[in-house]
């Protein structure tokens, strides 16, 4: 499959900018790509597990999470209140 990106860069016509040629994954390499999911998942899998025990035992900080997120939010204001 060819897929051709093209953008508007004259007022009549577009100017081909990148051609990407594209191939689907043999079998062998869908099997590679699958067992190295599985691998990574039961990898992280005890840890993702005692994080969750660890979070559920933690006490609860909503300013530690909101107080950032309100900086982040003013600062985003502040950015297109300046355009």
Known sequence: M??????PLTVNG???????????????????LGALVLLVLFWMGPGVKA?????????????AVLLPLGFVVLFVLFLIAMV
């Open 14 to 32: 577009y100017q081909k900018i990148k051609e990407v040629n594209m191939e689907n994954l043999s079998t062998t390499e869908s099997l590679i």
């Open 51 to 63: 994080s969750l025990e660890r979070s559920k035992n933690a006490e609860t900080d909503w300013k």
């Open 2 to 7: 060819i897929t051709e990106i093209r953008l």
